[in-house]
């Protein structure tokens, strides 16, 4: 979301609130004028008076109940969860996941904070427990996004050289989050069976596309511990070039990788 967007979107809930607070301020005077009236027909001594004092509690009442509807809408359209409020919601919590991502792999479970992650995608840390309860929440939702594997993943049979270069692009972000998720599982024994999850399915995805690379539809034994071998040199590969250099570390990432393919075709 861009700043003016943002901006934007500021606006038109302070034109809403500003709005409602000036039906709220006619509804008001509108009720006191049906009450003024009201009393004036309680003791007008003629008919007519009273007719007349009764049709003017009819119009203010009418009135008062027109801004007050006017001023439940522009109120709703500033509540979460109802039309525009929904979105921006949806849009801070979008947000914060994002920033979550960058702040957790920059400094950790441990050493990040919910202040951190607020002020990094741009709110307050009220806005952060409007989103979610609490860091830890956070975290897991974090590290377990797109649990779901898509039937979609690998249809085309990666080849060897594909598989080096695939390992070299892998993000350094995301292996210091898969490498954060397996701290957190050592030292919370209670989310341990969440978070394989995410190690299973990729696995599995990385076996499968092992197996395809090979011409076989359904992976073997002998692909899964192919696959675990990738993984392991694909982890511990990015790790080591973010700590020394990347043209010191790929060349040895991309020939274990070849090595690896060659000999689980055979």
Request: aromatic content about 6%.
């Amino acid at each position: 979301m861009t700043a003016r967007s943002s901006d934007h979107g500021q606006n038109s809930d302070s034109d809403s609130r500003a709005s409602a607070s000036d039906d709220i301020r006619e509804a008001t005077r509108a009720l006191n004028e049906a009450i003024s009236a009201f009393s004036r027909a309680v003791g007008a001594a003629g008919q007519g008076a009273r007719r007349s004092s009764e049709s003017a509690v009819a119009a203010s009442l009418d009135l008062a109940s027109r801004k007050l509807a006017s001023a439940s809408t522009a109120v709703g359209a500033t509540v979460p969860g109802r039309g525009g409020g929904r979105r921006r919601s949806e849009e801070t919590r979008a947000r914060i996941l994002a920033a979550a991502r960058e702040v957790f792999a920059a400094k950790g479970y441990e050493g990040a904070s919910v202040s951190d992650i607020a002020s990094a995608a741009g709110f307050t840390k009220g806005a952060f427990y409007s989103s979610f309860p609490s860091k830890e929440a956070l975290f897991l939702e974090v590290v377990t996004c797109g649990e779901e594997s898509s039937d979609e993943v690998a249809q085309e049979p990666a080849s060897p050289d594909r598989w080096g270069e695939q390992l070299q692009e892998l993000p350094v972000e995301d292996v210091v989050l898969h490498l954060e998720t397996w701290l957190y599982a050592i030292r919370h024994e209670d989310s341990r069976d969440r978070l394989a999850g995410s190690w299973r399915r990729w696995l599995k995805e990385t076996s499968l596309m092992v197996a395809r690379s090979h011409g076989r539809r359904e992976p073997s034994q002998q692909d899964e511990e192919t696959a675990f071998g990738l993984l392991a040199v694909s982890i511990f590969g990015r790790v080591s070039a973010a700590a020394t250099t990347s043209q010191e570390v790929e060349p040895i990432i991309q020939r274990l990788s070849e090595r690896l393919l060659e000999n689980g075709g055979d």
